[in-house]
Every structure is written in C-alpha cells, then in structure tokens.
C-alpha cells in the first residue's frame, strides 16, 4: 500500500505563489506517475498535473504556463509550485499516484482570495 500527504494548501491573494508537497510511504519503489488533481465546489475534479517517474510532465490547460510539477525520487516527494494564482484556481488539490493500481491523498485546500 502506498499512504500520500498532502501539505502547503492556505490562502493567498490573486497573483501570489503557493508551493504544494506530498510526500508518499509505504510501498514506495512501485510508484510510478505522480499528480496533481484539483475540485472546485461544483466542478469534477480535474488535472492539474502529473509526472512521470523518469520526469516526463504534463499540465491542464488552465494551469500550463503557471504552476510547475516537479519530483524528488530520493525523498518519495512531489511538489507543486503554483504561481500567478488566480481566484478560479480555489480548490481542493489531491495528490494522486500510480503503482498496480491508484492512490489518493486526503487533500489539501488551496483559497486564491481576488
């Protein structure tokens, strides 16, 4: 089993920088592709961004451009740097990754406060 945590959701003005970790235990070397989900109140939930184990990435088109997905393999961690954020980035944000099957983290919430 693999456990995912989730940590660096707040509050921050339109424009600002947020920087998500989630850092993942348990049966760590079967991890493969990372991510990043996000729901807003009254949407599905959607990608932000993922990356794959060698570091291939890919990005929502709302967010592309804006938020970086990066990985440290060493520390079993992935991050989100999220930056020019606007209020329609509010949300929860999941970790999400991949082994023989799919893990979730608990989520942390992300409020962007125009």
């Known amino acids: 089993q693999v456990q995912l945590v989730e940590s660096g959701g707040g509050l921050v003005q339109a424009g600002g920088s947020l920087r998500l970790s989630c850092a993942a235990s348990?049966?760590?070397?079967?991890?493969?592709?990372m991510a990043w989900y996000r729901q807003a109140p009254g949407k599905q939930r959607e990608l932000a961004a993922l990356i794959t184990r060698s570091g291939l990435t890919n990005y929502g088109d709302s967010v592309r451009g804006r938020f970086t997905i990066s990985r440290d393999n060493a520390k079993n961690t992935v991050y989100l740097q999220m930056n020019s954020l606007k209020p329609e980035d509010t949300a929860v944000y999941y970790c999400?990754?991949?082994?023989?099957?799919?893990?979730w983290g608990q989520g942390t919430q992300v409020t962007v406060s125009s």
């Open positions: 999400w990754a991949t082994t023989n099957t799919v893990h």
């Open positions: 348990g049966s760590i070397f079967s991890i493969n592709t």
